[in-house]
């Protein structure tokens, strides 16, 4: 999958930033052979773009860019403020069925999570994590789907929170997946729905109210 603009103003562009390409540039910049959305945008665009968040290299999805210095600034105070809803989508191992109804009701999962090398852990000197989960449905092989929204903006958050309650997303070894990912290269996490409404401003930067992408996989009805 190439990265593609999914919406574009003279404020603002999100682009579809498929999974195994880095948001912006590693710490050895042009050396690393690895795509980058961000500077494949900029060529795009032929103009000076800012980048106002980030998706790990592994995860798939909406990824939004500022095209002037007013709109990065209203942006980085958006996501700072936690007023831009991320919704993920994540592929995991079948729920039993006995644990489908509850799971099927919104969650907030907490814990206080620490970055380390490669992995995040908890610790009671950790940073507060907060993530509302949905159980949503099942893929034709009857994988789970989930709806995750990071409420706190943790590294490996939602990742390290699945494979906490016991279901690692599909492909992340990291985390305890002995599953294949369907979304390769990667892991089966997605950023497919990004709310602005409670944008303080949004619609002076002529941005929707939401985006979103298809789903992953098809659901099973």
């Given at each position: 999958?190439?990265?593609?603009?999914?919406?574009?103003?003279?404020?603002?562009?999100?682009?579809?930033?498929?999974?195994?390409?880095?948001?912006?540039?590693?710490r050895?910049g042009?050396?690393?052979?690895?795509?980058?959305?961000?500077?494949?945008?900029?060529?795009?665009?032929?103009?000076?773009?800012?980048?106002?968040?980030?998706?790990?290299?592994?995860v798939?999805?909406?990824?939004?860019f500022?095209?002037?210095?007013?709109?990065?600034?209203?942006?980085?105070?958006?996501?700072?403020?936690?007023?831009?809803?991320?919704?993920?989508?994540?592929?995991?191992?079948?729920?039993?069925?006995?644990?489908?109804?509850?799971?099927?009701?919104?969650?907030?999962?907490?814990?206080?999570?620490?970055?380390?090398?490669?992995?995040?852990?908890?610790?009671?000197?950790?940073?507060?994590?907060?993530?509302?989960?949905?159980?949503?449905?099942?893929?034709?092989?009857?994988?789970?789907?989930?709806?995750?929204?990071?409420?706190?903006?943790?590294?490996?958050?939602?990742?390290?929170?699945?494979?906490?309650?016991?279901?690692?997303?599909?492909?992340?070894?990291?985390?305890?997946?002995?599953?294949?990912?369907?979304?390769?290269?990667?892991?089966?996490?997605?950023?497919?729905?990004?709310?602005?409404?409670?944008?303080?401003?949004?619609?002076?930067?002529?941005?929707?109210?939401?985006?979103?992408?298809?789903?992953?996989?098809?659901n099973?009805?």
């Amino acid at each position: 999958m190439l990265i593609s603009i999914v919406f574009q103003n003279s404020q603002f562009a999100v682009v579809h930033k498929p999974a195994g390409t880095l948001s912006v540039p590693s710490r050895i910049g042009l050396k690393d052979p690895r795509p980058v959305a961000g500077l494949w945008l900029q060529d795009h665009l032929a103009k000076k773009i800012y980048p106002v968040h980030r998706l790990d290299e592994d995860v798939s999805g909406l990824l939004l860019f500022a095209l002037t210095a007013e709109a990065a600034s209203a942006g980085n105070k958006w996501f700072e403020s936690h007023q831009i809803v991320k919704t993920y989508e994540a592929i995991s191992i079948p729920v039993p069925d006995e644990d489908r109804k509850r799971l099927e009701q919104v969650h907030t999962w907490e814990c206080r999570l620490m970055r380390g090398k490669k992995r995040a852990y908890e610790a009671s000197f950790g940073k507060p994590s907060v993530t509302k989960s949905k159980l949503v449905g099942a893929t034709d092989d009857e994988r789970s789907i989930w709806h995750l929204q990071p409420i706190t903006g943790r590294a490996h958050q939602l990742r390290y929170e699945m494979s906490r309650h016991g279901f690692p997303i599909d492909g992340d070894d990291l985390y305890g997946s002995k599953s294949a990912a369907k979304n390769t290269p990667g892991i089966d996490l997605c950023a497919f729905h990004l709310n602005f409404s409670q944008c303080t401003n949004h619609s002076n930067f002529n941005i929707p109210d939401t985006l979103e992408l298809s789903s992953l996989v098809k659901n099973k009805s």
